[in-house]
């Protein structure tokens, strides 16, 4: 299932969960960056501290839209796809959690456009 997200709403809800009740929420980030190009970009933002870890491109051989970087993050989670839900901003990434079979939310923005 594909859920749309406004980019305001997901920013509330991401908030609330980090601060919430149902907080702890079990977060992690994929991206097709590598690890230094993912660095300096969020180095001086404050997400990085909530995430479990990030994969970046050298910890898969396939990227996005292959299912492989999900796949991967479900095994470092140990969590199945029933219980996981992928926030994404880009068509590529929508296609990866689709194809992976995980129910996927879409922040709208200028990627998807």
Same mark, same amino acid.
């Given at each position: 299932?594909?859920?749309?997200?406004?980019?305001?709403?997901?920013?509330?809800?991401?908030?609330?969960?980090?601060?919430?009740?149902?907080?702890?929420?079990?977060?992690?980030?994929?991206?097709?960056?590598?690890?230094?190009?993912?660095?300096?970009?969020?180095?001086?933002?404050?997400?990085?501290?909530?995430?479990?870890?990030?994969?970046?491109?050298? /910890?898969?051989?396939?990227?996005?839209?292959?299912?492989?970087?999900?796949?991967?993050?479900?095994?470092?989670?140990?969590?199945?796809?029933?219980?996981?839900?992928?926030?994404?901003?880009?068509?590529?990434?929508?296609?990866?959690?689709?194809?992976?079979?995980? /129910?996927?939310?879409?922040?709208?923005?200028?990627?998807?456009?």
């Amino acid at each position: 299932m594909t859920y749309a997200v406004h980019s305001k709403t997901w920013r509330f809800t991401y908030e609330f969960h980090l601060s919430g009740p149902y907080a702890p929420l079990l977060q992690a980030s994929g991206t097709t960056a590598k690890r230094a190009d993912f660095q300096l970009i969020h180095e001086k933002r404050q997400i990085r501290q909530f995430m479990e870890f990030v994969l970046v491109r050298e /910890d898969y051989e396939r990227t996005k839209p292959h299912p492989e970087p999900y796949l991967t993050g479900l095994m470092r989670f140990g969590a199945t796809k029933e219980e996981t839900l992928v926030v994404e901003d880009s068509n590529r990434g929508l296609n990866s959690a689709v194809a992976a079979g995980i /129910d996927c939310a879409i922040v709208h923005n200028d990627f998807i456009k």
